[in-house]
């Protein structure tokens, strides 16, 4: 994903939450840089926001054309598949 989005290791990124997603994009001034082993760390306050904690699966998603790395934690993952089942069998979200 990191080579979709052109991020060479070393690259300057910046890491935010949005909506209980995990958003990161190239930015000169960001805190965090891409590893030698295309690894970008998330900070752990980032994480706490998001309700990522060690061991927990996430769904990566590169969005080139925007030119960031979209992170959807377990929270925004059920969130998103109750709203599309209720949309699909009727009923309430939660």
């Given at each position: 994903?990191?080579?979709?989005?052109?991020?060479?290791?070393?690259?300057?990124?910046?890491?935010?939450?949005?909506?209980?997603?995990?958003?990161?994009?190239?930015?000169?001034?960001?805190?965090?840089?891409?590893?030698?082993?295309?690894?970008?760390?998330?900070?752990?306050?980032?994480?706490?926001?998001?309700?990522?904690?060690?061991?927990?699966?996430?769904?990566?998603?590169?969005d080139p054309d925007h030119g960031?790395?979209?992170?959807?934690?377990?929270p925004a993952l059920d969130a998103?598949?109750?709203r599309v089942a209720a949309a699909?069998?009727?009923?309430?979200?939660?």
């Amino acid at each position: 994903m990191i080579d979709a989005l052109g991020w060479p290791p070393g690259t300057a990124v910046a890491v935010a939450e949005a909506s209980g997603l995990i958003v990161v994009t190239a930015d000169p001034g960001g805190a965090t840089r891409v590893t030698a082993q295309r690894h970008i760390r998330i900070p752990a306050v980032v994480r706490a926001w998001c309700g990522l904690v060690s061991g927990s699966w996430a769904l990566l998603v590169a969005d080139p054309d925007h030119g960031r790395l979209v992170i959807y934690p377990p929270p925004a993952l059920d969130a998103l598949i109750n709203r599309v089942a209720a949309a699909a069998f009727g009923g309430d979200p939660s």
